[in-house]
Each structure stands twice: as C-alpha cells, then as structure tokens.
C-alpha cells in the first residue's frame, strides 16, 4: 500500500509537470499549443500556435507560463526536428508577449506591430526585435500568410493571421472561444469598437475552416459569431 502510493504521487507529479504544455495537431503543418498561468487563484490557459514550414517553425504569439519557454522550443525539435525561426505577437499583453525577449535572444527573428510595440513600451512588457506593417503578408518556407488588423478590440493593438491556402484564422484574444460566457479582460479593450472590428473581419474572412481563439478550445467552427454576440450582450447591459 505504501509503494502504491508513492507511486500514485509521483505520477500525479508527472502529470501536473507534462500539462503545463500540451500540443496538439490542428491540420497538416498546423500545431495548437496551450500553456497556463495562475490568476487570482485560478489557472487560466492561453493558445498559441505554430506551423512548420521548409525555412524552420514560426511561432505566433509565446507560452505565458514563463517555463514553458524553452520547453516549447524543445518539444518541437523532439517532435519534428524543426528549430523555430521567428515569432509574431499578436498584441502587447503578456500572454502573447512574455517569451519575446527570451526568443529574441536565441536567434529567433521576433515581430510585433509598431503599436504593440509602444504599448509594450508603455507597460513595460517584452518587445519584439522587428517591427511589422499592420497589415502585411509573410512568405516562409512553403507558406504565405496575412496580417490583418481588424480594428480595436480585445485590446487597441490586436491583430489575427489568415492562412488563405489552409484557410486558417489565427484570431488570439480577438476572438473569444464558443465555450466562452464573456468577453474576459476588458482592462484595454473597446466593445464599441469591437463590435464593428468583429464585422470587419467576418466579412473579410468568411469562409474559415478553423479558428483558433486566444482561448477556450478551437475545435469549433462558431467561435467569430459567438464573439459578436458576446460583444451585442455586454453593450445591451450596459
């Protein structure tokens, strides 16, 4: 009975250890990461995402739980034998932000926009190394994908990536998960703004395949919609 429980402890451990990153496929070179971090009492977790391309692994936005910075970069070396290249945030909060400085000094080339560059600046966050246009496109490897800023929202700054090829949305904390009951941290946001930024991007991008949310799950195709209506309830009860 006491070898069973030490046992029952030590995999307990290792449970908790592995969980603090999980991975998973989202389709072809597309990998969703999730990391947590704890808020007052509760541990609350952040997507993030990563795709392999010829040219190396490109990360958009880092791991929260400062960690998980390193083990990221090891799982996917031991995953795919690829080593990551570059970095994109999509807004200056720490959940997309913090491992930006770590990055940068590994030789991973680290992008942000000039705005959430000076309001990372202005909140003493970690800053990219490069500044990007707000609205661009990047070639990497065998891929091309868009940056697209759909207005204020979620925050001033926030920006989403579009995949036209694999019809990918990469949409941060812009965009709330369907799971989700409310629109979350609204310490810099603009719901009158967002609800208009929303519009923008469903009519831009209206034939998405997937969605990935800042957080939640991503496994459901609702998510832009049920952000809208999220945005349509809180300025109802105001």
């Not at 990391?35 to 977790?45: L, V, W």
């Not at 392999?52 to 929260?64: C, R």
């Amino acid at each position: 009975m006491k070898y069973l429980f030490l046992l029952l402890l030590i995999s307990g451990h290792c449970f908790s250890q592995e969980n603090k990153l999980v991975i998973e496929r989202l389709v072809g070179d597309f990998y969703i990461y999730k990391t947590f971090h704890e808020h007052e009492g509760n541990r609350i977790s952040a997507n993030g995402m990563y795709l392999l391309t010829k040219d190396g692994a490109v990360l958009f936005d880092t791991p929260w739980d400062t960690t998980q910075f390193q083990p990221l970069l090891d799982s996917i070396w031991a995953k795919h034998r690829s080593l990551a290249t570059m970095c994109l945030a999509t807004h200056f909060h720490e959940d997309r932000t913090a491992g930006l400085e770590y990055y940068k000094n590994r030789h991973i080339l680290t992008y942000s926009t000039k705005m959430t560059d000076d309001l990372s600046k202005a909140h003493k966050m970690k800053r990219s190394e490069y500044i990007m246009p707000l609205d661009n496109t990047f070639s990497v490897g065998q891929y091309s994908f868009e940056i697209f800023y759909p207005g204020p929202g979620h925050s001033q700054d926030n920006i989403v990536v579009w995949f036209p090829k694999d019809k990918v949305l990469y949409g941060g904390c812009f965009v709330k998960g369907s799971e989700a009951s409310d629109l979350g941290n609204l310490s810099d946001a603009n719901p009158a703004a967002w609800k208009r930024s929303m519009m923008n991007l469903i009519a831009k991008y209206n034939n998405c395949k997937y969605v990935i949310p800042g957080q939640h799950h991503w496994k459901d195709q609702s998510s832009l919609t049920h952000t809208l209506r999220l945005i349509e309830n809180h300025l109802q009860a105001k």
